[in-house]
């Protein structure tokens, strides 16, 4: 292996709205990968409703330290549950202010828009 791409959805408060009980094998994960001589990149789709500011602030604290991160830009006909494929993505304006969030905590952030 040599290249993996972690992704990581929202915030922890977030995580737990959407059914996931407890975040520690994300963090687990996270820990991991930044302790990994492999290279790597933790990601997320910028979800409308799933993913603000605030969750960017949380997910850089996150990730503090990591190497690489890239925000991916929303797709809503790619999006497998209906009630998405009605949001709207960010403008691109929004990413670049929560690129500059990241630029915080990481070393490199990647915008696939």
């Known amino acids: 292996m040599d290249y993996v791409a972690l992704d990581v959805k929202t915030s922890s408060e977030k995580y737990r709205a959407l059914g996931a009980d407890d975040t520690t094998p994300l963090l687990k994960s996270i820990w991991i990968m930044k302790n990994s001589k492999v290279d790597y990149e933790f990601r997320t789709t910028v979800v409308p409703e799933i993913v ?28 497998y549950e209906e009630r998405f494929r009605r949001l709207r993505p960010y403008p691109s304006e929004v990413l670049r202010s929560f690129a500059s969030i990241l630029k915080l905590h990481v070393g490199e952030v990647l915008l696939r828009v």
Do not use: S
């Open 52 to 79: 603000t500011a605030e969750d960017i602030r949380e997910i850089g604290e996150m990730c503090d330290g990591a190497r690489r991160f890239a925000l991916q830009q929303f797709v809503a006909e790619n999006a």
